[in-house]
Each structure stands twice: as C-alpha cells, then as structure tokens.
Nanobody, 114 residues
Framework: QVQLVESGGGLVQPGGSLRLSCAAS????????MDWYRQAPGKQRELVAY???????NYVDSVKGRFTISRDNAKNTMYLQMNSLKPEDTAVYYC????????WGQGTQVTVSS
C-alpha cells in the first residue's frame, strides 16, 4: 500500500498563491498517473488536475491558466502550483493515483479569504 501525504495549504488572500506537495511512500509513484482533488464544505470531492507518468497534464476548466501540476519522480513527489487564488478555491486538497484507488491521505486545507 502507498501512503500519501499532502502539505502546503494555508490561509491566503484572494489573488495570492500557494504550492501544494504530495509525497508518496513508495518508488512505484513514477509508474502512474497522479491526480489532485479537492473537496469544499458540503460538496463532493472533485478532480482538479492530473498528470500522467510521461508528464501530460489536464485541468478542470475552473482552474485552467491559474494552476500548474507537476511531478518529480526521483522524489516521489507531485506538486500543485496555485496562482490567482479565488474564494471558491477554498477546500481540502487531496492527491491520489489516477482514479483514486490508493488510500486517501489527510489532505491539506486551502482557505482563500480576505
């Protein structure tokens, strides 16, 4: 089983930036597509972005042009650079293998508020 640990969240003003990290416990990380998800209060978890093992990326429309997903396979780590943050980006952010089949981590809280 792979353990996932998300970090980097916090409180930021609208228009600000944060960089989230997702660290995986095993070196098989590089074999898989990896996803970033988020879950806002009272809402279902949604897929925000994914990156394939070869580096192809895709984003949900609401974050296109503002968020950038990347990965460092040597470090078993994935990142989500979030710029121009909006209050509607407020959520707990999670990472997982493509399709969400590994155990979920604790997530990292992102709060965008003035």
């Amino acid at each position: 089983q792979v353990q996932l640990v998300e970090s980097g969240g916090g409180l930021v003003q609208p228009g600000g930036s944060l960089r989230l990290s997702c660290a995986a416990s095993r070196s098989i990380f590089h074999l898989y597509t990896m996803d970033w998800y988020r879950q806002a209060p009272g809402k279902q978890r949604e897929l925000v972005a994914y990156i394939t093992s070869s580096g192809i990326t895709n984003y949900v429309d609401s974050v296109k042009g503002r968020f950038t997903i990347s990965r460092d396979n040597a470090k078993n780590t994935m990142y989500l650079q979030m710029n121009s943050l909006k209050p509607e980006d407020t959520a707990v952010y999670y990472c997982n293998k493509g399709g969400g089949s590994w155990s979920w981590g604790q997530g990292t809280q992102v709060t965008v508020s003035s």
